[in-house]
């Protein structure tokens, strides 16, 4: 079975600029978390979904967004980019929220400019 | 508010020597703890978990035990091998849901012929 799938792998973008990362959960999995992990660092939780609802949010700016579609998948948008938002994206999928394991996708890796 | 703190690296071992990674956590009442591998250019792999005081988790030779007098989950490994080079996070979850993890800022480890 195909374990969580993110794209782009790479992705290189000038301040300001809009970006879109998607993420594909496992076969079954209904709830999908967003994580930045900026160079050197841990990753740090951006949002979780279940079920399309929004089920937390952690502390980032308004800047941030993400929503999950029907079919589970899931979109991160960050809105005016900062150098600072330079990082790697990490999307992690459960079979359902609560005290299931989350399993890792690769990462989208972030370059502002 | 929580908190994970690990012991910065780089851990240089040499093959078959033995390992300790320190972990210690701050959080109010019984957050489920974590141990996470990251393997260059790779998603983070779950290793092992506890979800309550005195609980060990072990996987592929890892070892950890929660303690929570101490506030600890220190990862050992008695005998470490050249492919066990990698960055590891120690990772806290709140309530009864995973899918907001906590992670210190990981350690990485170099284990050499």
């Known amino acids: 079975d195909a374990g969580v799938t993110q794209s782009p792998t790479h992705l290189i973008k000038t301040r300001g600029q809009h970006v879109t990362l998607r993420c594909s959960p496992i076969?079954?999995?209904?709830?999908v978390s967003w994580y930045q992990q900026v160079l050197g660092q841990g990753p740090q939780f951006i949002f979780q979904y279940y079920e399309k609802e929004e089920r937390g949010r952690g502390n980032f700016p308004d800047r941030f967004s993400a929503r999950q579609f029907p079919n589970y998948s899931s979109e991160l948008n960050v809105n005016a980019l900062l150098l600072g938002d330079s990082a790697l994206y990490l999307c992690?999928?459960?079979?359902?929220?609560?005290?299931?394991?989350?399993?890792f996708g690769p990462g989208t890796r972030l370059t502002v400019t | 508010g929580n908190s994970v703190t690990q012991m910065e690296g780089p851990v240089t071992l040499s093959e078959e020597a033995f390992l300790t990674i320190n972990c210690t956590y701050t959080a109010t009442g019984y957050p489920s703890l974590f141990w996470y591998v990251q393997y260059p250019g790779e998603g983070l792999q779950l290793l092992l978990k506890?979800?309550?005081?005195?609980d060990k988790g072990s996987n592929k030779g890892f070892e950890a035990t929660y303690r929570k007098e101490t506030t600890s989950f220190h990862l050992e490994k008695g005998s470490v091998q050249v492919s066990d080079s990698a960055v590891y996070f120690c990772a806290l979850s709140r309530g009864d849901s995973w899918g907001k993890l906590q992670f210190g800022a990981g350690t990485q480890v170099v284990v050499t012929p």
């Open positions: 992690a999928s459960s079979l359902r929220e609560g005290r299931y394991e989350q399993y």
């Open positions: 506890a979800t309550k005081a005195d």
């Open positions: 076969s079954g999995h209904k709830s």
